[in-house]
C-alpha cells in the first residue's frame, strides 16, 4: 500500500474504529482521531520532504510521483464498450501542496473540536470520513474516482454542519448542498462526455484516465469533446460548454460571485471546525478543481473565456470586500472576507502566466492557513460567550491581550501584510494579471488594477474590526459575565495558532518552500495550455 | 578604513538591519525580556548605529555595494534579493539610525512608567528595522514590502495607547490611507514588471539601466521586445508618486499625519517627522528615472501646493504637535516640489536638514508636554497639555529646551546660519531657476513655494512666542502659580546634539550657499535647467528679510502679550483651523461613500442574488401557503429558488391527484389524446 | 381441423421439449399448488408451514433459474414463439426471485399482517402465482403472453393489496388500482387486437409484423402502439399512467407496497424491452421507422421525472413520497430504454438490481419505523436517529443511494443509465436525448430535497416526544443492514454483479 | 359476408362506450360493466380478424383467454368492491376519495 492510498484511509480506519470503540469511551475518541490526524500529517511531511521538484506531473503520469495505478472496476457494458475505471492516484506539484496544507488544517479543526460534547462518535467518525474524502480529490487522477470522493465531501460536511452547526444550520446545511450538488450533478454529464470522447491509447477503450483526458491526440475523431471535430450544442461549441459547466461546479465551491450566496450561511451556521475546514481545505478544492481538470483537460476553452474568469475574479473580491465591510457578525465577515481572497485566484489562474497561477496557488495555501487560523479565533470567543457580533465586543486587547495578537497577525497576514504568505500569493497574483497582457493577452490591465483595490478594502474592514472589537476601553454587551467567561487563549489554542501563524510567516518569508515544489508543474501547466 | 569588502559590508548592513527585529523578537517572545527592552533596544540600535558609521565611511562617494542572494523562483523568473548600497542609501542609513539612537535614548524617560512600555521597544525595534530595509533593499518588491511594514509599525505606535479612541482612530485612518497609496505603488510594480520582467533596482534604474534603454516612439513604449501603450510610463511613474504621496503625506493623501500624532511625541518625531515620511522622498530619489517630464511637473505642483496648504493650515491651530505635523507636511511639499523640478540632491539635503530639525522641535515639544502632562498629574488637574494656549513663558522653566527649540526653529524657518536655510533655499532656487526654462505659467510653482516658506516662518514664530514668552497662561486659567522643571538629563542632552545638527558647519562651510554641502556633492543631479546666479542672491535675501519681517510681527502678536488681531470669525481662518475641511470632505466622499457601497452591496447579495434564486417563482407560492410557507417551512430545508420553482411545479401536479378513480383515467385519456393529436395531427391544424 | 392434423405431433414434441426449459416455472405451479393444500388441511393463524413452503418453492425455482443461466447462451423460443429463454430473461427472473423472497422476509417482519385474523396462508400462496407471472413476463414474447402475464400479476396484485383490509383506505386502494388496472389492460387489449389486425400475427418476435405496419397508415399503427402501451405503462406507472401508484401505495400494507413498487415494475420493463426491440431492429436494419418510438418515450421519460420528483417535494406521507420517487425512477429507467442497445440492457438490468435492493430497504425501514413509533408522516421523524441508531444510519445510506450519489450502487446505476442515454446523444445528436440528460440531472438534484427531508428530521432536529434510549434491532434490522452494506459494495464494485 | 370493417365499426362503438361508461358512472358496477364493454369489444376484433389468420387462428385462442381472464378479473374487482361497500356504505367512486394529494 503506498502513502498516498494510506494518507486516504488512514482515517477510515480511525473513523471505523471509533465507530466500533463502546460509547462509554466516547471521551477517548478525540485522541483516536487525534492520533490518526497526526500520522498522516507525518505522512504528509515526508511526503513533502521526498517530493523530487524537477518532476513536473500535470499530463504524463511518468512525471507523477507516488504514483498508484490498480485496475478497479472492469465491466463489460456491451456495446457500450468496456467500462474501466482504475484506482488511480499520484501527485504533482499541484496537488502536493494541498495534502500538506489538509493534513495541518484537519489538525486545527480537530483541536478546535476538542470541546465538542454532543454524539461524540458520530461527529468524529464523519470528521475522519469528511478527511478522506478531500485527501481523495487531492490525490485522484482517474475521473470518476475524483468524482466519487468529490460527491463523497458532501454528505458528511451536511451532517456536521446539519447537526453540531448554529440556528439556522438545517437551511444552511441544506443550501450547501443542493449548490454544490447542482454544479456536480452536471458535472457528471460532462465526466460521462469525456469518457466517450477518449481512448485509451494502450488498451483502444475508453478511459477516465485524467491524464489522457489531457492529451488532444486521445480523442475519437468524431467525438462531441474532440478537439479538431469542434461539434456544437445549441452552437456552443461542445468543449466550450462542458468548460463552462466544469468551471461552474467548481466556482460554487471557490465561490465565485454569484455563486456564492451559500458560503456565508454555511460558514456561519457551521460549527468553528467545520468552517474551518470548509474555508481551508474545500474551498480550495474548487481551485484545485478549475487547475487539474478545467485548465488542463479543456485548455483552448478556458483561453476563450479567460477574460471573463478574469472578470469574474475581480468582482469577487471587490464585492467580498464590499459586503465583508457591511457585516456586524464577525464570522460573517470573514466568510465574505473569504470570497474575496478566492477572487485573487481566480484572477491568477485567469491569468494564465506563471506569476498568476503561482500566486493563485500561493494563495490557495494561504488562505487555507490563514482562513483556518480566522475561524479558530471566531470560534474562541464564540465558545466562551457564545455571541460574535461585532458591536457586542470592546477593548477585548486589555483582558484577552495574548488572543488580541493572535487576532492582530492573522488579520494583518490576510489583509496581505508583506512577510506573510498572503502578501507573496496576492501581489503575484495581480502581477500575474498585470502581465497577462504583455505575455499572451488574455486580461486587460485594468482587471489587475481593479483587483488591487481589494487589497485596500481588506485592509478596511478588518482594521475597523480590530479597532471596534479589540481597542478603546473593555465594554462588553455581556457585562462583568461575559468579562468572567473571556478568558485568554489556552495552551491548546495557543498551539494550533501559533503553528497557523508560522506556516504563514514560513511561507511569506520563504515563498520558495512551496513555490520550488510547484513551479515544474505550473510550467508545465502553461505549456500545456499554450500547445493548443 | 577602506580595508572592508564587499560582501562585508553588505552582511554588515544586514546585520545593522536585522539587530533592531531582534530586539522586536526578543522582547516579544523571550520570556523575562520585557523589562530589559530598553537596554536591550538602546543595545541594539546603537550597534546598528556604529555599523551604519562603518558603512557609510566605506561607501560614501565610493562604488556602491550591490549583492545579490536568490530568493524563489517563479515560473522562469528566478527572484533575486540583494542590498544596493550607494551614497543615498548609506546617507539615509547614517541618518535613520542616528536619529533612532537618540530618540531611543529620549524615550528611556519619556515613556517611563508605562506599563505596556516593552511593547514601545519592540515596535520601534520592528520600525527600525523595516526603515533600514527599506533603504538598503536592491528591489522593488522588497522596497514594497518594507514600505508596508513600516506602515504597520507605524500604525502599532500610533495606536501605542489603543485605549483611546483617538488612537486607534488615528491608526486605522494612517494604514488605510498609506494602504491607499500603497496600491500605487503596487500597480507601479506590476506595470513596471510586466515590461521589464526584473524588479532590480539597480538594473532598472542606474546609469544605463534598462529605463534608460527603453524608449518611446509613437504611443508605444518599448523595451527589447516588449512593448505597451506609451500612457503606462506616465501612469507608472504616477502610481509610484502615488504611493510616495500617502507616505509623505502630500496632498490630496495628508490627512492622516496630523491624526497620527496621536501616538507618543517620541514616535512622532522618529517617524512622523524625521525618517518615515520621508520614504517618499527616497523612493522618488531611488527610482528617478521612471519620471517622465508630465510626471514632474505633477509632482512638482503637488509638492508646491502641499507646502502652501500645510503652511496655511499650521497658522492657526493650536495644538503643539498638529503646528508641527503640518509643517511637517510642508516641508514634504518642499522635497517634492524639489523632486519635481529635477533638484533630486537638494532634496535629499533637506530631508537630511528637516530630520534634524524637526525631530527636535519634536522632541522639544515633546518635553513641554511631558513636564505639563506631569504638571496635570500631579496636580489632578484637567487640561489640554497639547494646546499652545495653555502654555507660555516656559523659557524660563526650560530653557535649554527654550534654546535648543529655537535653533530648530530658525532652521525651519530658513535663516541664515542654520542648515534649513542652506537646504530650503537651494530648493527655492533650483525652482525659480526651473520655472524660468519651463515658461509663464510654471511661474506660480515657486512663488507658492515662496509663500509657503514666509508662511512657515510666521506659524513658527507664532509657535515659540506663544509657548515660551509671556506668561504661563494656566496660571490664569487656574488662578495660581505653577512651576515646572526641565527635561531629565536624558531628554535633554538629546535636544542638545540634535540643536548642534540644526547649524551650517555640519553641512557646509560656506553658511550661505549650498551648493558646495557635501550632500548635494554626493547625490546625482538629475537637473538640466540653466544657472540663473541672481536667484542665488536674491531669493535667499528675500526670503531672509520676509521672514525676520514676520517673524517681528508675530512677536509683535504673540510675544510679549497677547495683541493679535482676532480673525477667528474671518472665513479664511475657519478654512485654515479646520484643515481646509478636506477631513470631513473624505469622510464624505470615501468613507460614507464606500460604507453606503458596502451596504448596498450587502443588501443586494440579501435581496437580488440570493433573491434572484430564492425568490423566483415565489408568487405562485405565496397564493397557496404564505403563512405555513413562511415559518416552518422555510426551515424545511427547501427554500432555495429552485425549491421554489419545484415546489410550483410539484404542487401544480398534485392538482391532479383528486383521489378520485374517475378523474385519473379521464386525465389518462385527455394527456393521451394529446399527446396523440399533437404528434400526428398538429401540421394538419 | 384436419388441416392441422399433419402437424399435430410435431406441436406437441415441440411443447414437451419445451418443458425441460420451464422447470422453474413448473416448480413454482407445484409450490402454489402444495401450499393452496398445506393451506387448506393446516388452517389458522399459524401460517409458518405455507411461508416456508411457499420460500422453499421461490428458492428452487430461483436456483432452477441459476441453472439455467449457466447452461443457456443464446436465446430460445419456446412453444410455438410464445416465450423465450434468455440471459436477459434469466436475469430479470432472478431479480423477481430475489425482491419475492424479500417480500416473504418483509411480510414476517410485519406485524399487523402477522396479526390479521385470516393468517398469512393466502397471501403466501399468491406469491409463487405472481412470480410465475412476473417469469412469464420476463420472457413473453407474443401478444398473448404479454396479456396473459401481466393479467397474472394484476389480478395476484389486487388481491395482495386488498387483503388485509382492515381498514377503509385499504379498500379504497385495491378498489382503485383493480379498476384502473382493469380499464388499462381493457385498453391494452383493444390496442393488440388492433395490432394483431393490421400484422396478422400475435407473434414479437416475428420480423414479419414490422414489416406488415410498414404498410398502414401511420396514425393508425400510432393509435394502436399508444393503446397497448397503456397496459404496458400501468405497470411501470409512467406518466400519465402514474395516477393510480401514490393512492395505491400509500393504502396497501407496506409490505406489499414495496413489492408492487419493484417486482412488476421491472417485469414491465422486461416487456417494454421485448415490444421495443423488434421495432428498434427493424429501424436500424432499413431505416423505417413505423412509430417514432424515440420521441415518444423520451416526452414519457422526461415527464415522468419532473413529476414523480416534483410531486415527492410536497409528500409528508413517506410511503407516498417513496410512491412518487419510484414513479421518478420509472421515468430515469425509462432514459436508458430511448437509448436501449441490444446489449445496454445489461446496464438497465443492474439499475434494476439496485433499484429492487434500494426500494425494498426503504420500504423496510419506513415499515420498522410505523411499527416501532406508529409514524408515518416524515415530520414526525424529529429525533429518530438516536432512537432507531442503525435502522435510520441505513436510511440515509439507502436515500444517498436513491439519490444517485457515490458511492452507493445507486450512484453506478445512475451512471450506467447516464452513459448510454450519452452514447445514445452521441450517435445521434438529438436535442431530445440532450434534454433528458439534462432532466435527469436536474431532477436529481431536486429528489435531494425530499429524500433529505429524513435524515433532516431524523438528526438534524431534536424529537418532540420521549424515546426509550435505543431500540434494539430485530431480524429485519439486520436484513435492512445487509442490503445497505450490499448497495455500497454495489457502489465500490459494480463487477461483482457481472 | 359481413365485412370486416362493420365489425371494426361496431368494435370500436363498444369500445367507445365502454369509456364513457367507466369515466361517467356515479357507481363502481357500472364502472366495471363500462370495462367489459371495452374488453368485449377487444375480443370481436380478435375473433374478427382471426377469420383472417387461416394458419394460427391466434385471435381466437387470444379470444377465448381473454375471456377467461376478464371473468377473473371481473370477480376480483367485484370482491374489493363488496369490501368497499364495507367500508364506505358507497360504491359511488367520487366519494371514495379519502386517498389523495
Request: glycine share 8%.
Amino acid at each position: 500500500m503506498s502513502l498516498l492510498s494510506l494518507l486516504i484511509f488512514l482515517p477510515i480506519v480511525a473513523g471505523i474504529l471509533i465507530l466500533l470503540l463502546p460509547s462509554a469511551w466516547q471521551q477517548r475518541y478525540k485522541y483516536v482521531a487525534l492520533g490518526a490526524v497526526l500520522l498522516q500529517m507525518l505522512i504528509s511531511a515526508y511526503i513533502y520532504i521526498n517530493f523530487d521538484n524537477t518532476l513536473s506531473g500535470i499530463a504524463d503520469q511518468s512525471t507523477f510521483q507516488l504514483v498508484e495505478r490498480i485496475p478497479w472496476i472492469r465491466l463489460n457494458l456491451g456495446a457500450l464498450g468496456n467500462l474501466e475505471i482504475d484506482y488511480f492516484l499520484g501527485i504533482d506539484g499541484l496537488s502536493m501542496p494541498f495534502l500538506v496544507l489538509t493534513s495541518l488544517v484537519m489538525l486545527v479543526a480537530l483541536l478546535a473540536s476538542w470541546d465538542i460534547q454532543k454524539n461524540l462518535k458520530g461527529y468524529f467518525a464523519l470528521f475522519l470520513l469528511l478527511d478522506c474524502a478531500v485527501m481523495g480529490v487531492f490525490s485522484a487522477l482517474d475521473f470518476f474516482l475524483f468524482y466519487i470522493f468529490y460527491e463523497l465531501m458532501l454528505l458528511p460536511l451536511y451532517f456536521l454542519i446539519g447537526m453540531w452547526g448554529g440556528v439556522r444550520r438545517e437551511y444552511a446545511a441544506i443550501k450547501f448542498f443542493l449548490y454544490t450538488l447542482l454544479g456536480s450533478v452536471f458535472m457528471l454529464l460532462v465526466i460521462i462526455g469525456l469518457y466517450f470522447s477518449v481512448t485509451d491509447p494502450e488498451t483502444g477503450g475508453h478511459t477516465f484516465n485524467m491524464l489522457h483526458m489531457m492529451n488532444p491526440a486521445n480523442y475519437a475523431q468524431d467525438s462531441i469533446f474532440s478537439v479538431i471535430a469542434g461539434q456544437e450544442i445549441f452552437g456552443v461549441s461542445a468543449r466550450l460548454l462542458a468548460f463552462i459547466v466544469l468551471f461552474v461546479a467548481f466556482a460554487i465551491k471557490v465561490p465565485i460571485v454569484p455563486l456564492h450566496t451559500w458560503l456565508p450561511d454555511a460558514h456561519v451556521e457551521a460549527p468553528t471546525p467545520v468552517s474551518i475546514i470548509l474555508a481551508g481545505v474545500l474551498l480550495k478544492i474548487g481551485g484545485y478543481g478549475i487547475l487539474r481538470v478545467c485548465l488542463s483537460i479543456f485548455p483552448d476553452a478556458a483561453i476563450q473565456s479567460a477574460w471573463w474568469l478574469g472578470l469574474i475574479g475581480v468582482a469577487s473580491i471587490l464585492y467580498g470586500a464590499l459586503n465583508a465591510l457591511a457585516q456586524r457578525d464577525l464570522k460573517r465577515l470573514i466568510a465574505y472576507s473569504s470570497i474575496s481572497h478566492m477572487g485573487f485566484v481566480l484572477l491568477g489562474i485567469a491569468s494564465a502566466t506563471s506569476e498568476g497561477i503561482s500566486g493563485a496557488m500561493m494563495q490557495m495555501i494561504s488562505h487555507g492557513f490563514l482562513s483556518s487560523m480566522l475561524f479558530f479565533l471566531v470560534g474562541v470567543i464564540y465558545e466562551r460567550v457564545h455571541n460574535r457580533e461585532i458591536p457586542n465586543f470592546r477593548g477585548l486587547a486589555l483582558i484577552m491581550p495574548r488572543y488580541t495578537v493572535f487576532v492582530m497577525i492573522a488579520f494583518f497576514a490576510s489583509l496581505g501584510l508583506p512577510g506573510f504568505s498572503a502578501f507573496i500569493a496576492e501581489a503575484f497574483s495581480l502581477i500575474g494579471a498585470f502581465n497577462s497582457q504583455s505575455i499572451n493577452g488574455l486580461l486587460p490591465r485594468w482587471m489587475a488594477v481593479a483587483g488591487s483595490v481589494g487589497i485596500l478594502l481588506g485592509a478596511s474592514y478588518l482594521l475597523w474590526t480590530l479597532q471596534r472589537m479589540f481597542f478603546g476601553e473593555t465594554r462588553l454587551w455581556g457585562g462583568d459575565e461575559w468579562k468572567a467567561k473571556l478568558t485568554d487563549v489556552n495552551g491548546r489554542e495557543v498551539f494550533a495558532l501559533t503553528s497557523l501563524a508560522l506556516m504563514s510567516l514560513a511561507l511569506g518569508i520563504l515563498p520558495s518552500l512551496a513555490f520550488d515544489k510547484m513551479n515544474a508543474s505550473v510550467l508545465e501547466l502553461i505549456q500545456l495550455m499554450n500547445i493548443r | 578604513m577602506d580595508t572592508f569588502t564587499k560582501e562585508t559590508i553588505s552582511l554588515l548592513a544586514l546585520i545593522a538591519t536585522l539587530l533592531p527585529l531582534f530586539s522586536f523578537a526578543g522582547i516579544l517572545l523571550v520570556p523575562g525580556s520585557r523589562d530589559r527592552g530598553s537596554f536591550f533596544s538602546i543595545l541594539n540600535i546603537a550597534t546598528s548605529l556604529l555599523i551604519s558609521v562603518v558603512i557609510f565611511l566605506n561607501v560614501w562617494n565610493k562604488q556602491p555595494i550591490h549583492q545579490q542572494f536568490d530568493w524563489f523562483i517563479i515560473g522562469d523568473w528566478r527572484f533575486k534579493i540583494g542590498i544596493l548600497i550607494n551614497n543615498l542609501s548609506a546617507l539615509m542609513l547614517l541618518l535613520i539610525s542616528f536619529i533612532a539612537t537618540l530618540v531611543h535614548v529620549y524615550s528611556t524617560k519619556y515613556m517611563e512608567g508605562d506599563p505596556y512600555i516593552f511593547r514601545y521597544w519592540a515596535y520601534l525595534g520592528l520600525f527600525c528595522f523595516s526603515m533600514f530595509g527599506l533603504v538598503i533593499t536592491d528591489n522593488l518588491l522588497l522596497l514594497y514590502m518594507f514600505w508596508e511594514l513600516v506602515g504597520f509599525s507605524s500604525y502599532l505606535l500610533i495606536g501605542f495607547w489603543f485605549t483611546r479612541e483617538t488612537a486607534v482612530q488615528a491608526n486605522k485612518k494612517a494604514f488605510l490611507m498609506n494602504r491607499l497609496g500603497d496600491l500605487g505603488f503596487l500597480t507601479g510594480i506590476m506595470i513596471v514588471f510586466s515590461q521589464f520582467q526584473t524588479l532590480d533596482v539597480n538594473l532598472l534604474f542606474s546609469e544605463g539601466g534598462f529605463f534608460k534603454r527603453s524608449l518611446v516612439q509613437g504611443d508605444l513604449w518599448y523595451f527589447s521586445s516588449n512593448h505597451m501603450p506609451a500612457v503606462w510610463l506616465t501612469i507608472a511613474g504616477l502610481a509610484f508618486f502615488f504611493g510616495a504621496t500617502a507616505k509623505s503625506a502630500q496632498f490630496p493623501l495628508h490627512t492622516w499625519l496630523p491624526d497620527a500624532m496621536e501616538g507618543p511625541t517620541s514616535v512622532s518625531s522618529l517617524i512622523h517627522a524625521a525618517t518615515m515620511v520621508a520614504a517618499g522622498v527616497f523612493l522618488i530619489a531611488r527610482i528617478y528615472p521612471i519620471f517622465n517630464p508630465t510626471v514632474l511637473i505633477v509632482i512638482a505642483s503637488i509638492g508646491a501646493f502641499t507646502a502652501f496648504m500645510a503652511a496655511t493650515i499650521a497658522l492657526t491651530q493650536n495644538d503643539i504637535k498638529r503646528i508641527l505635523a503640518y509643517s511637517t507636511i510642508s516641508q514634504l511639499g518642499f522635497m517634492m516640489l524639489a523632486m519635481g523640478v529635477g533638484a533630486v540632491a537638494p532634496a535629499i539635503f533637506h530631508l537630511v536638514t528637516h530630520a534634524f530639525f524637526k525631530c527636535l522641535l519634536f522632541l522639544a515639544a515633546g518635553a513641554v508636554i511631558h513636564e505639563l502632562h506631569h504638571l496635570k498629574d500631579k496636580k489632578g488637574l484637567d487640561f489640554d497639555h497639547q494646546d499652545i494656549r495653555n502654555m507660555g513663558g516656559l523659557r524660563k522653566f526650560m530653557p535649554i529646551t527654550f534654546i535648543t527649540m529655537l535653533l530648530a526653529s530658525l532652521a525651519l524657518i530658513g535663516l541664515p546660519f542654520t542648515s534649513g536655510y542652506l537646504s530650503k533655499d537651494a530648493i527655492l532656487i533650483q525652482s525659480f531657476e526651473w520655472a524660468e526654462s519651463q515658461g509663464s505659467i510654471a511661474r506660480i510653482i515657486p512663488y507658492t513655494a515662496l509663500f509657503a516658506s514666509w508662511m512657515t516662518a510666521f506659524y513658527v514664530a507664532r509657535l515659540i512666542f506663544k509657548v515660551f514668552f509671556g506668561e504661563l497662561r494656566l496660571n490664569v486659567l487656574f488662578g495660581q502659580a505653577f512651576s515646572l522643571h526641565e527635561a531629565p538629563v536624558a531628554m535633554k542632552s538629546v535636544l542638545v546634539v540634535l540643536a548642534i545638527f540644526c547649524l551650517f558647519p555640519l553641512f557646509s562651510l560656506n553658511p550661505f550657499h549650498a551648493s558646495h554641502a557635501w550632500i548635494i556633492e554626493g547625490l546625482p543631479y538629475f537637473s538640466t535647467t540653466p544657472t540663473v546666479e541672481s536667484y542665488h542672491i536674491l531669493i535667499p535675501a528675500v526670503v531672509s528679510i520676509a521672514a525676520i519681517i514676520l517673524i517681528l510681527i508675530g512677536y509683535k502678536w504673540y510675544g510679549k502679550n497677547e495683541k493679535a488681531p482676532d480673525y477667528t470669525k474671518a472665513a479664511v481662518f475657519r478654512f485654515s483651523q479646520e484643515q481646509w475641511y478636506l477631513n470631513r470632505l473624505y469622510k464624505v466622499m470615501f468613507v460614507d461613500s464606500v460604507l453606503g457601497l458596502a451596504r448596498t452591496a450587502f443588501s443586494f447579495d440579501r435581496t437580488i442574488v440570493d433573491g434572484i434564486v430564492n425568490f423566483s417563482g415565489k408568487i405562485i407560492i405565496v397564493l397557496s401557503a404564505v403563512s405555513e410557507w413562511l415559518d416552518r417551512k422555510v426551515v424545511d430545508g427547501l427554500v432555495n429558488g429552485v425549491a421554489s420553482v419545484a415546489r410550483t411545479i410539484g404542487n401544480f401536479v398534485r392538482h391532479f391527484q383528486t383521489g378520485r378513480l374517475q378523474h385519473y383515467l379521464l386525465f389518462m385519456i385527455l394527456i393521451l389524446l394529446t399527446f396523440f393529436v399533437l404528434k400526428y395531427f398538429s401540421q394538419a391544424i | 381441423m384436419n388441416e392441422y392434423l399433419p402437424y399435430l405431433s410435431e406441436l406437441l414434441s415441440e411443447a414437451l421439449s419445451g418443458i425441460s426449459f420451464i422447470l422453474p416455472e413448473i416448480a413454482l405451479v407445484l409450490t402454489f399448488l402444495l401450499v393452496i393444500v398445506v393451506d387448506l388441511f393446516i388452517p389458522g393463524k399459524n401460517s409458518v408451514n405455507t411461508s416456508a413452503i411457499a420460500l422453499t418453492g421461490i428458492i428452487i425455482s430461483a436456483y432452477l433459474n441459476y441453472q439455467q443461466s449457466l447452461s443457456i447462451e443464446k436465446g430460445l423460443s419456446l412453444f410455438s414463439g410464445s416465450i423465450v429463454l434468455d440471459r436477459v430473461a434469466i436475469g430479470f427472473k432472478l431479480i423477481f426471485a430475489f425482491v419475492t423472497v424479500l417480500f416473504v422476509v418483509f411480510i414476517k417482519g410485519n406485524t399487523a399482517l402477522k396479526r390479521h385474523n385470516k393468517g398469512l396462508g393466502d397471501l403466501y400462496m399468491l406469491l409463487p402465482a405472481v412470480l410465475l407471472g412476473l417469469n412469464l413476463m420476463a420472457m413473453a414474447s407474443n401478444l398473448l403472453m404479454v396479456y396473459i402475464s401481466i393479467e397474472m400479476v394484476s389480478i395476484a396484485s389486487y388481491l395482495m393489496v386488498g387483503y388485509v383490509s382492515g381498514e377503509g383506505k385499504q379498500t379504497e386502494a385495491s378498489m382503485k388500482y383493480a379498476l384502473f388496472g382493469s380499464a388499462c389492460s381493457a385498453i391494452m387489449l383493444y390496442g393488440m387486437s388492433l395490432l394483431y389486425g393490421f400484422t396478422g400475427t400475435i407473434s414479437l418476435s416475428d420480423g414479419n409484423i414490422i414489416a406488415q405496419l410498414s404498410h398502414i397508415a401511420e396514425p393508425a399503427i400510432a393509435l394502436a402502439i399508444l393503446l397497448t402501451l397503456v397496459g404496458i405503462g400501468f405497470k411501470l406507472s409512467f406518466v400519465p399512467l402514474h395516477f393510480w401508484s401514490p393512492d395505491v401505495y400509500q393504502g396497501a400494507p407496506t409490505p406489499v407496497t414495496a413489492f408492487l413498487s419493484t417486482a412488476p415494475k421491472i417485469a414491465g420493463f422486461a416487456i417494454l424491452i421485448r415490444f421495443l426491440i423488434p421495432f428498434y431492429g427493424y429501424g436500424a436494419a432499413t431505416g423505417i421507422q413505423v412509430f417514432d418510438f424515440e420521441t415518444t418515450i423520451t416526452v414519457i421519460a422526461i415527464a415522468t421525472m419532473i413529476l414523480g420528483n416534483f410531486a415527492a417535494i410536497w409528500q409528508n406521507n413517506i410511503k407516498r413520497m417513496l410512491a412518487y420517487s419510484s414513479i421518478a425512477h420509472t421515468g430515469f429507467a425509462l432514459m436508458a430504454i430511448v437509448a436501449i442497445y441490444q446489449n445496454g440492457i445489461r446496464s438497465l438490468l443492474f439499475y434494476f438490481t439496485v433499484y429492487a435492493i434500494m426500494n425494498m430497504a426503504a420500504f423496510m425501514i419506513a415499515d420498522q419505523v410505523e411499527q416501532r413509533t406508529g409514524e408515518d408522516d416524515v415530520r414526525k421523524y424529529k429525533g429518530l436517529g438516536k432512537f432507531m441508531k442503525v435502522e435510520i444510519l441505513c436510511f440515509v445510506v439507502i436515500l444517498v443511494s436513491l439519490t444517485g450519489l457515490p458511492p452507493t450502487g445507486g450512484f453506478i446505476a445512475k451512471l450506467f443509465i447516464f452513459t448510454s442515454a450519452f452514447e445514445k446523444y452521441q450517435a445521434s445528436g438529438s436535442v431530445w436525448v440532450l434534454s433528458l440528460l439534462v432532466t435527469g440531472a436536474i431532477t436529481t438534484v431536486v429528489s435531494l430535497f425530499y429524500y433529505f427531508k429524513i435524515p433532516l428530521n431524523a438528526y438534524l432536529r431534536e424529537p418532540d416526544r420521549e424515546y426509550p434510549v435505543s431500540s434494539g434491532l430485530n431480524f429485519i434490522s439486520y436484513v435492512i443492514l445487509a442490503l445497505t452494506i450490499l448497495i455500497i459494495v454495489l457502489g465500490l464494485f459494480p463487477s461483482i454483479l457481472a | 359476408m359481413i365485412p370486416l370493417s362493420h365489425y371494426m365499426l361496431i368494435s370500436a362503438a363498444l369500445f367507445s362506450i365502454g369509456i364513457y361508461a367507466v369515466l361517467s358512472k356515479r357507481n363502481a358496477i357500472m364502472i366495471l360493466i363500462g370495462i367489459e364493454f371495452m374488453l368485449n369489444a377487444a375480443i370481436l376484433n380478435f375473433v374478427a380478424f382471426s377469420k383472417h389468420d387461416k394458419f394460427a387462428a391466434s385471435g381466437q385462442v387470444f379470444a377465448l383467454f381473454a375471456i377467461v381472464l376478464a371473468a377473473a378479473a371481473v370477480a376480483v374487482s367485484l370482491a374489493i368492491i363488496l369490501n368497499v361497500y364495507k367500508y364506505y356504505k358507497t360504491i359511488d367512486p367520487t366519494k371514495i376519495d379519502k386517498l389523495r394529494d
